[in-house]
């Protein structure tokens, strides 16, 4: 049972261009909703986080937009950079979970230059 | 500024082998957690632990066991390897088990022969 899915595998953009990663989730327990970025070889890095009580949250480049009622959320990225070419997983906290994050399968975003 | 340190980065083993692989944090978080990543998939959680001396079951914990004697450490022991174990595992901490992002280590790729 996929509690946060990913639905797009990989996203190539334009350098410039605006980046959209979606996620969805159907579990209503989740309140806490993070976006983490993986390079090759290297762990996930945290990039931006929101909470249940906001429907928006932004940090310089990054902008994640939640929707409780449609339990969906997303990443913009504006403008985007080659240096953002990563892996994006989208990742849930919720209920009585002790920080266990519950991941999405991840989205390869590619921005050519 | 280490961060979470895992080792070893890679290991073949053969099947029935037994290994510790090993994860130590210089943050001074109480949490601690198991991811392993399977090709394709999100991450999921094998064993979390909330402080020293308490540790927990998470998603996929069959074929694992864990310790958490310090704050800093936290091993996983693989007792009889099989090829399903096959993945890369990552080690993570955070300060409090809500509302604070976890901060990875750079991974273990393990292979089963």
């Known amino acids: 049972d996929q509690q946060v899915k990913q639905n797009s595998p990989s996203l190539s953009v334009q350098e410039g261009r605006i980046s959209i990663l979606n996620c969805d989730y159907t579990n209503s327990m989740f309140d806490y909703f993070l976006w983490y970025k993986k390079y090759p070889a290297e762990g996930p890095t945290f990039l931006i986080s929101?909470?249940?009580?906001?429907d928006k949250n932004e940090d310089g480049r990054f902008t994640v937009f939640l929707n409780k009622s449609a339990k969906h959320l997303s990443l913009h990225i504006v403008p985007s950079q080659p240096g953002d070419s990563a892996v994006y997983f989208c990742?849930?906290?919720?209920?009585?979970?002790?920080?266990?994050?519950?991941f999405g399968q991840g989205t390869i975003l590619t921005v050519h230059p | 500024n280490a961060g979470v340190t895992q080792t070893p980065k890679f290991r073949i083993l053969k099947i029935g082998q037994s290994m510790t692989l090993q994860c130590t944090q210089d943050?001074?978080?109480?949490?601690m957690y198991w991811y392993r990543q399977d090709p394709g998939m999100g991450l999921k959680l094998i064993y979390y632990s909330v402080g020293a001396g308490i540790t927990d079951k998470g998603e996929v914990p069959n074929g694992y066991n864990v310790s958490r004697s310090t704050t800093e450490d936290f091993p996983l022991r693989l007792e009889l390897a099989a090829p399903s174990q096959t993945s890369v595992y990552f080690c993570?901490?955070?300060?409090?088990?809500?509302?604070?992002?976890?901060?990875f280590g750079d991974g273990t790729r393990l292979s089963i022969l």
């Open positions: 990742a849930a906290i919720g209920g009585t979970s002790y920080g266990k994050l519950t």
């Open positions: 929101i909470s249940s009580i906001k």
């Open positions: 993570a901490s955070s300060s409090t088990g809500y509302g604070q992002p976890q901060h």
């Open positions: 943050m001074n978080h109480n949490y």
